[in-house]
């Protein structure tokens, strides 16, 4: 009856619109308050040892370093570079801006880490655009929205880093394990925009010369070096993913002081400030959602749901195929934090037992979540090229239905084909 109450509260909450953070805070607290007349007695005082626990990770430092390093980017003009070197590349192929968009994101992946870091930072530059070109502008929305789902898929990748704190998974072998699905997400969202762009007739960029190419391809070199150095590190045991992210801060503040000259002191002030707003966010949900798991393992949710699931197979396909339907669904109503937080304790232990692996069904599970990103009611990509680009949820997601059928499929590939995912962390790592 209170696992009963506890879940409601936090659904009612979200719909109501209440922030994630709160919604799931308030309803842990709401369990302990009745928990108090009941048998299932439960000390107050958890709620706030249960938080302070569930920020105390070494490895969650990554996570303000990236966001930094993030925000740095932009500030420095890494983004506006980066766009300029995908249009020179592909700009004149069926598609024109719009796969320039594609291209974009899947080169920023490398460096932020985040899908609505990339889907802001991409956007603000070529939204207008695109707009001044005649692209529809729920299509141009739709299709910056959908390429920034690779940014947590392509190493350095924050929700890797926190799946690998909730787990206990290696995040260097997460990093890895998401290159090849990241660049199959590309390749597909890359095909879904050409086919789309050359049947509405949409217009293209005249081809760059030889000079333009090198001229971009040295204006955007330094930042592309940014992941090699951070994935590096990580993969050759020099660094942590911790100390890689402040790896990753410091080359951009290398690059903004030194290479480009364009950063000053009050730029990353306000760099930091940006970034210590969006960390705080971060890390509150983090918190309330440590409270929220722990109650929900102390009401057995993880051996109801196992029981539930071995109840329908225990086939192994039939169970990811189920848990891959859930976890579709869950990231239609609720973001990506909370649902690792909660569900990834109960399901790694279920699919491990049954040999899955665990590094395989990380990279699943955060590309499934990231599909969430782009689906309505609460898809924060959605939310953001929306602000951006004013224009209506719906009418974005209305055109990203091609995107989310085609990130579906890459999503059924990778989980039925571990090999795609386990190639390179086999590779490198002895597993």
């Given at each position: 009856?209170?696992?009963?109450?506890?879940?409601?509260?936090?659904?009612?909450?979200?719909?109501?619109?209440?922030?994630?953070?709160w919604?799931?805070?308030?309803?842990?607290?709401?369990?302990?308050?009745?928990?108090?007349?009941?048998?299932?007695?439960?000390?107050?005082?958890?709620?706030?040892?249960?938080?302070?626990?569930?920020?105390?990770?070494?490895?969650?430092?990554a996570?303000?370093?990236?966001?930094?390093?993030g925000?740095?980017?932009?500030?420095?003009g890494v983004?506006?570079?980066?766009?300029?070197?995908a249009?020179t590349?592909?700009?004149?192929i069926?598609?024109?801006?719009?796969n320039?968009?594609?291209?974009a994101?899947?080169?920023?992946?490398?460096?932020?880490?985040?899908a609505?870091?990339?889907?802001?930072?991409?956007?603000?530059?070529?939204?207008?655009?695109?707009?001044?070109?005649?692209?529809?502008?729920?299509?141009?929305?739709?299709?910056i929205?959908?390429?920034?789902?690779?940014g947590?898929?392509?190493?350095p990748?924050?929700?890797?880093?926190?799946?690998?704190?909730?787990v206990?998974?290696?995040?260097g072998?997460?990093?890895?394990?998401?290159?090849?699905?990241?660049i199959?997400?590309?390749v597909?969202?890359?095909?879904?925009?050409?086919?789309?762009?050359?049947?509405?007739?949409?217009?293209?960029?005249?081809?760059?010369?030889?000079?333009?190419?090198?001229?971009?391809?040295?204006e955007?070199?330094?930042?592309?070096?940014?992941?090699?150095?951070?994935?590096?590190?990580i993969?050759?045991?020099?660094?942590?993913?911790?100390?890689?992210?402040?790896?990753?801060?410091?080359?951009?503040?290398f690059?903004?002081?030194?290479?480009y000259?364009?950063?000053?002191?009050?730029?990353?002030?306000?760099?930091?400030?940006?970034?210590?707003?969006?960390?705080?966010?971060?890390?509150?949900?983090?918190?309330?959602?440590?409270?929220?798991?722990?109650?929900?393992?102390?009401?057995?949710?993880?051996?109801?749901?196992?029981?539930?699931?071995l109840?329908?197979?225990?086939?192994?396909?039939?169970?990811?195929?189920?848990?891959?339907?859930?976890?579709?669904?869950?990231?239609?109503?609720?973001?990506?934090?909370?649902?690792?937080?909660?569900?990834?304790?109960?399901l790694?232990p279920l699919l491990?037992?049954?040999?899955?692996?665990e590094?395989?069904?990380?990279?699943?599970?955060?590309?499934?979540?990231?599909?969430?990103?782009?689906?309505?009611?609460?898809?924060?990509?959605?939310?953001?090229?929306s602000?951006?680009?004013?224009?209506?949820?719906i009418?974005?997601?209305?055109?990203?239905?091609?995107?989310?059928?085609?990130?579906?499929?890459?999503?059924?590939?990778?989980?039925?084909?571990?090999?795609?995912?386990?190639?390179?962390?086999?590779?490198?790592?002895?597993?």
């Amino acid at each position: 009856m209170l696992l009963v109450s506890m879940i409601a509260l936090l659904f009612v909450f979200s719909l109501l619109g209440m922030e994630i953070a709160w919604a799931i805070g308030i309803a842990a607290f709401g369990y302990l308050v009745l928990a108090q007349f009941t048998d299932s007695f439960t000390p107050m005082v958890l709620f706030a040892q249960q938080m302070t626990s569930g920020v105390n990770s070494f490895v969650l430092l990554a996570i303000p370093l990236f966001i930094f390093a993030g925000e740095l980017m932009n500030v420095t003009g890494v983004t506006r570079r980066i766009v300029g070197f995908a249009a020179t590349l592909v700009g004149h192929i069926n598609g024109g801006l719009a796969n320039v968009g594609v291209t974009a994101n899947f080169i920023m992946s490398g460096c932020s880490g985040s899908a609505l870091a990339d889907a802001a930072a991409t956007g603000t530059v070529l939204l207008p655009e695109m707009k001044k070109r005649g692209f529809k502008p729920a299509f141009s929305s739709a299709v910056i929205a959908s390429a920034a789902t690779v940014g947590p898929i392509v190493p350095p990748s924050i929700s890797f880093v926190l799946l690998g704190a909730i787990v206990n998974v290696s995040v260097g072998q997460l990093f890895l394990g998401g290159v090849v699905p990241g660049i199959l997400m590309f390749v597909g969202m890359f095909a879904v925009t050409w086919w789309i762009c050359k049947s509405r007739d949409y217009p293209v960029e005249e081809r760059a010369t030889t000079s333009e190419k090198v001229i971009s391809f040295k204006e955007g070199i330094p930042a592309l070096i940014a992941p090699g150095i951070i994935v590096g590190a990580i993969i050759f045991g020099v660094a942590t993913p911790t100390e890689s992210a402040a790896v990753a801060a410091f080359y951009v503040l290398f690059l903004g002081f030194v290479l480009y000259r364009n950063l000053t002191l009050k730029k990353v002030i306000k760099a930091a400030s940006h970034a210590a707003v969006a960390t705080s966010v971060i890390m509150l949900t983090v918190a309330t959602s440590k409270i929220f798991a722990w109650l929900a393992v102390k009401e057995n949710l993880g051996v109801i749901l196992t029981d539930a699931m071995l109840a329908i197979s225990t086939e192994v396909w039939v169970l990811l195929l189920m848990i891959n339907i859930l976890l579709l669904i869950l990231g239609m109503i609720m973001e990506i934090l909370p649902i690792m937080l909660i569900i990834a304790p109960v399901l790694f232990p279920l699919l491990g037992g049954l040999g899955v692996d665990e590094v395989h069904f990380g990279v699943v599970m955060v590309l499934n979540l990231m599909i969430g990103m782009i689906t309505p009611p609460i898809g924060l990509n959605l939310f953001i090229i929306s602000q951006i680009g004013g224009v209506g949820v719906i009418d974005i997601f209305k055109e990203a239905i091609p995107y989310f059928l085609i990130l579906v499929f890459v999503l059924l590939v990778i989980t039925y084909v571990p090999g795609i995912t386990l190639f390179l962390p086999e590779l490198v790592f002895d597993r």
